[in-house]
């Protein structure tokens, strides 16, 4: 079918089931794209949500996960062994109706090439993937599979009654999907569990171009948020789930109480519920650290809220932010280490697996700890808050590494190498 256009790549079509807000895999997917398109190809784009450009994009409202239909379908596919003919029924009814939306999507852009987002990785919508993976079977299309977060990273998906399709598509095993892992474990995994082959890209960062510096916009953010002169305010970039480790933060900010440490949680998203967000908060209350989360005035971009109130970013979080705080006990890879190091704040950071094996051997200076908070972190983490000049420098070595390791150069570089097995460049 793609034989006709003499194997030449144009046009790439993105896959996500979601392309807004800040959550990691969209941040990720608009750098590839960014970067691809400095590279002279066109992009598009097709999601179950998206505050993309519109012209370039195709939303189809079922191929979200957070769609009723789809969360339904979800609730009853993990935590049983067996499932009806009615919910496969379900299931198989929507793949088909995503699978002609795909096939619209393609003809409609010219698409060349597929790019999935995490949609043949981790099973958050079954008939996505599907969809995805009889489509590529039928057409043979080109297309490069980014894994961001595998099945077997997730303990509440062990348990469940779709197997079969956990096993056809997450990932699928074509001839014509090249995958790309984040990170070196992705890598070996994958080799191991499934007897693929794959490319290591790391999430990367534009450290060729300069961060933000406080404005006149910013700095009212402090005031705004409740933080008075002489309050450390501790940033977690993260959202509210639980192997983000937040009660770690918050057992920082008590032990920072003679620095009257406030801790701002900047993503309010829950995509796994609400019982760990409730805990964090009870958790908080307990231990006498305000915490603050407000997504009625913090958002993904600059603007005015309906009642006219300035809105906030979460750049200017970073900006205002004493110190970071990323306790996480799992990552893919680390989004949020690769922001603080382009703000050059100093960070705390968990020793989660990846951060072990992929960034800390590349001598990277923060505070690290292994998995609780002791009395020398907590010291550590004080004399930093009284020692600018030492901050600066850990800074400026800090941002060297990653514009060394982890720059949009590199993901070319990286992009150029998977390219080169389609016959491109």
Known sequence: MYASRKNKIFNIGFISTRLQGTDGVSLETEKWRTVLERMGYHCFFFSGQSDWDPEKSMVVEDAFFGHPLIQDI???CFGITMRGEGLTGEIQAIRFRIKRALYEF???????????????????????GLALTEYIAETGIPSIAHH???????????????EDYISMAFP??????????INSEGRRQISYRCGLASVVIPNVFDYNTPPPVM??????MRHDLG?????????????????????????????LKDKKAKLLISHQERDEGSAYYERTMDYAKLLGVEV????????????????GEKKYSLWDCYLNADFVTYPSSYEGFGNAFLEAIWFKKPILVNRY?????????LDFDVVVMDNYVTPETVETVRVLLDSPEAVEIMAERNYALGRRFFSYEILEQRLHQVLMDFGQM
């Open 292 to 307: 603050i989360v407000r997504p009625d005035i913090i958002g993904a971009e600059r603007g005015t809220t309906e009642s």
């Open 106 to 128: 393609t003809e409609k852009f010219h698409i060349d090439l597929l790019i999935t987002e995490n949609a043949l990785t981790i099973p958050m919508h079954i008939p996505l």
């Open 227 to 255: 933080i008075q002169d002489g309050e450390v305010l501790l940033l977690q970039p993260t959202r509210i789930i639980e192997r983000k480790g937040i009660d770690h933060a918050i057992e920082l900010a008590n032990r």
């Open 148 to 162: 961001h977060d595998f099945v077997w990273e997730r303990q509440r998906f062990s348990i469940n009654c779709v």
């Open 74 to 76: 979800q609730d009853r």
């Open 172 to 181: 699928p095993r074509l001839n014509s999907i090249s995958h790309v892992t």
């Open 215 to 220: 404005d006149d916009y910013a700095k009212t």
């Open 353 to 361: 697996s990846i951060f072990q094996q992929d960034i800390e051997p």
